[in-house]
């Protein structure tokens, strides 16, 4: 990867990392829904750092496209999976703590923030 694009990733990351304080919802009050899988979550995170990285050196190699389709498919269905997990800790906790506060803004602004993230992930 070029110095440009790993710039551009990390600013990608940066935009997305401060979308939150962006979006005017400030950060939960206590641990997040993920917490207690966190390592379960990096693992998983650095198996697809590893596809991805494995993707990268097919194309430098020229593998065959389909090939390369196929692996591309692959870390799109693990980051599917993780992105799945991730909202139903959300939902789960987040959400779950929001509704019980009886603060109803609350409430609802974790389940629009919730609602939003679902349709970010769905759409292509």
Same mark, same amino acid.
């Given at each position: ?7 551009? @990733? ?13 979006? #005017? @919802?400030?950060?939960?009050? #206590? ?87 679902? #349709? ?5």
């Amino acid at each position: 990867m070029s110095d440009h694009e790993t710039q551009g @990733s990390h600013a990608t990351t940066a935009a997305v990392v401060g979308q939150h304080e962006e979006h #005017g @919802s400030g950060p939960h009050d #206590g641990p997040h829904g993920y917490a207690s899988d966190k390592e379960a979550y990096l693992k998983r995170m650095r198996r697809i750092e590893g596809q991805v990285r494995g993707i990268a050196k097919m194309i430098d190699k020229d593998a065959y496209c389909i090939d390369v389709l196929t692996q591309v498919s692959a870390v799109t269905k693990a980051l599917q999976a993780v992105s799945l997990a991730l909202v139903e800790d959300h939902i789960g906790h987040c959400v779950v703590d929001a509704a019980r506060s009886g603060d109803d803004d609350a409430a609802n602004a974790k389940v629009r923030e919730a609602a939003d993230a679902i #349709g970010r992930l769905v759409r292509m």
